[in-house]
């Protein structure tokens, strides 16, 4: 999962396949391309990553009825991890400066 975060207002949103978003204080912007894998941002953001197989796994350990806040952190960890906005570390993603 792609998630944009605006270091000017803290705001971190994902990308979606079908319009422009953008945080709270409309510096960062950012879009899915028409494929639904590749992404577009305005380069003006820190560009996160979340591993969608860690977050599955995660959901599917979550018991309400017997959990304490400390087993959820040990148990119900998420990957997460910063990448560019574009280039070699971030090949399914590009920047345009002009994105509206």
Do not use: H, Q
């Amino acid at each position: 999962m792609k998630l944009l975060m605006c270091t000017r207002c803290s705001d971190v949103f994902k990308l979606s396949r079908y319009e422009t978003r953008s945080c709270r204080c409309g510096l960062v912007k950012g879009r899915y391309d028409n494929n639904g894998l590749d992404a577009v941002s305005n380069g003006k953001g820190i560009s996160l990553a979340i591993n969608n197989f860690s977050l599955m796994d995660a959901m599917a350990r979550i018991d309400l009825s017997t959990c304490t806040y400390d087993d959820f952190r040990e148990m119900c960890k998420v990957e997460c991890w910063v990448r560019p906005n574009s280039g070699p570390g971030n090949p399914r993603s590009k920047v345009d400066e002009e994105l509206s």
